[in-house]
C-alpha cells in the first residue's frame, strides 16, 4: 500500500492531487482478491513476491455417472487397501494407543465399496 498514491489529478493549477486512503486501498486490494476471473489465482511465495496465475481452458465434463463409477472401482482396485490396514496407518501416524477405534473420530467421506 502506498500512503501517497494519487486516485485523481488535479484539475487545475491550484488544486492537490487526491490521493487515495490506506484503508481504500486495502478495500480495492481484497476486492481484487475476491473478484478474480474464473482459471485464476493470485499467490504469495515464502520470500513475500505475489504473482497471477491463470489455469488452462478445459473442455466440458463428459464422463456418464456409470463411467466414473467404473474408474473409482478400478482405481479402489488397483490402489486401494483394506479399511483396517488403513485404521492400523493412522493410528501409528498419530500415535494412538490402541484404546478407541479410529473409525470414532474419522468418518470417511463416502461409502466403503467391496470390489
Do not use: C, H
Not at 500512503?3 to 485523481?8: F, G, N, Q, T, Y
Not at 476486492?31 to 488452462?56: E, H, I, K, N
Not at 483394506?82 to 493410528?91: K, M
Amino acid at each position: 500500500m502506498d500512503a501517497e498514491a494519487v486516485k485523481r489529478d488535479p484539475k487545475t493549477e491550484t488544486q492537490r492531487e487526491l490521493l487515495s486512503s490506506l484503508p481504500e486501498q486495502r478495500e480495492q486490494w481484497v476486492d481484487r482478491l475476491r473478484f478474480q476471473p474464473a482459471r485464476q489465482a493470485t499467490v504469495a511465495s515464502q520470500d513475500g513476491r505475489v504473482v497471477s496465475l491463470r489455469t488452462m481452458t478445459i473442455p466440458p465434463y463428459t464422463a456418464t455417472a456409470l463411467q466414473v463409477e467404473q474408474i473409482r472401482r478400478e482405481s479402489l482396485a488397483r490402489y486401494g487397501i483394506p479399511y483396517a490396514e488403513a485404521e492400523r496407518n493412522v493410528r501409528e501416524t498419530l500415535g494412538a494407543d490402541g484404546k478407541e477405534s479410529i473409525s470414532d473420530r474419522i468418518v470417511p467421506s463416502y461409502e466403503v465399496v467391496a470390489v
